[in-house]
Nanobody, 119 residues
Framework: HVQLVESGGTSVQAGRSLRVSCKAY????????LAWYRQPPGKEREGVAT???????THSDSVKGRFTISLDRDRDTLYLQMNSLKPEDTAVYYC??????????????WGPGTQVTVS
């Protein structure tokens, strides 16, 4: 059973940088996908970035060039480096994972989320 726990969310001023983390417990997958999603207040959850076991990454158009997803396999920790933050980046940020491809199975596990507020 996999457990994901996000951390690092806080309130920051626009233009600043912030890194959020997602620690994975019980993670034994050799083939996997990991992702960051976010849910702005009053809006639906949206995908932000993904990374897979081949180190292929994707980033949504709204964050491309500002956010970077990365993975520390030694620490089983997923990161999202967020630069040049904007007020519209305000959201609860969630990490998710699945064994294999999310395009086949969807996301199997989600963390509880961490709040990022940009003002």
């Amino acid at each position: 059973h996999v457990q994901l726990v996000e951390s690092g969310g806080t309130s920051v001023q626009a233009g600043r940088s912030l890194r959020v983390s997602c620690k994975a417990y019980g993670y034994t997958y050799s083939s996997y996908c990991l992702a960051w999603y976010r849910q702005p207040p009053g809006k639906e959850r949206e995908g932000v970035a993904t990374i897979d076991s081949d180190d292929d990454t994707t980033h949504s158009d709204s964050v491309k060039g500002r956010f970077t997803i990365s993975l520390d396999r030694d620490r089983d920790t997923l990161y999202l480096q967020m630069n040049s933050l904007k007020p519209e980046d305000t959201a609860v940020y969630y990490c998710a994972t699945v064994e294999g491809s999310w395009r086949v199975s969807g996301w199997a596990y989600w963390g509880p989320g961490t709040q990022v507020t940009v003002s």
